[in-house]
């Protein structure tokens, strides 16, 4: 399996959510994608992404310098969006 880190920290949306897209076609089913973001509409972004393309949001944090990081499950062949 071939996890990915994404570090979208100082972009705004909707680009944390367009580039884990992109990322997430790069990297196969059940595969763990790891991403840092700091827009905080970012939360909610995420949570929709998911529930609109079937990935799992596995967890999300906040950590106290202000970034949000965020493991997102890639799920069956989708690629989302």
């Given at each position: 399996?071939?996890?990915?880190l994404?570090?979208?920290?100082?972009?705004?949306c909707?680009?944390?959510?367009?580039?884990?897209?992109?990322?997430?076609?790069?990297?196969?089913p059940?595969?763990?994608?790891?991403?840092?973001?700091t827009?905080?509409s970012s939360?909610?972004?995420?949570?929709?992404?998911?529930?609109?393309?079937?990935?799992?949001?596995?967890?999300?944090?906040?950590?106290?310098?202000?970034?949000?990081?965020?493991r997102?499950?890639?799920?069956?062949?989708?690629?989302?969006?």
């Amino acid at each position: 399996m071939s996890d990915a880190l994404l570090d979208v920290r100082g972009l705004t949306c909707p680009l944390p959510v367009l580039r884990a897209k992109k990322t997430l076609k790069a990297v196969p089913p059940g595969a763990l994608l790891t991403i840092m973001a700091t827009d905080p509409s970012s939360v909610r972004d995420f949570q929709i992404f998911c529930q609109q393309t079937g990935h799992r949001l596995e967890d999300w944090s906040e950590d106290d310098d202000g970034v949000f990081h965020y493991r997102i499950r890639k799920v069956g062949k989708s690629d989302g969006m």
